[in-house]
Nanobody, 122 residues
Framework: QLQAFGGGLVQLGGSLRLSCAAS????????MGWFRQAPGKERDFVAT????????SYADSVKGRFTISRDNAKNTVYLQMNSLKPEDTAVYYC?????????????????WGQGTLVTVSS
């Protein structure tokens, strides 16, 4: 089970940190990803991290502004979001990939959290 939290309302240029807590004893074997879905749009890849935290990947739209990280001792993955823009407004979902590789396709993810809303005002 995955539970995402940390969303909220922030002004243009502000920062937020999302967290995703996972239950179960297999967290350290899972690749973890963040995806987002804006109103009326499809769910898009944001960032991913492999099981060890040694490999990450980002969507071009967030590269240099967002950082994904994980704490395997706490069964938690984070998404630090800086320099937020109105186009970052979306519901953000965390997901777990059983391969452990940290993949960019949503089809690779077997487990999904409930989503947390991020709203960036201009």
């Amino acid at each position: 089970q995955l539970q995402a939290f940390g969303g909220g309302l922030v002004q243009l240029g502000g920062s937020l940190r999302l967290s995703c807590a996972a239950s179960g004893r297999t967290f350290t074997t899972l690749g973890m990803g963040w995806f987002r879905q804006a109103p009326g749009k499809e769910r898009d890849f944001v960032a991913t991290i492999n099981w060890s935290g040694g490999s990450t990947s980002y969507a071009d739209s967030v590269k240099g502004r967002f950082t994904i990280s994980r704490d395997n001792a706490k069964n938690t993955v984070y998404l630090q979001m800086n320099s937020l823009k109105p186009e970052d407004t979306a519901v953000y979902y965390c997901a777990a990939d059983r391969s452990g590789l940290g993949l960019t396709s949503s089809n690779a993810y077997a487990y999904w959290g409930q989503g947390t809303l991020v709203t960036v005002s201009s």
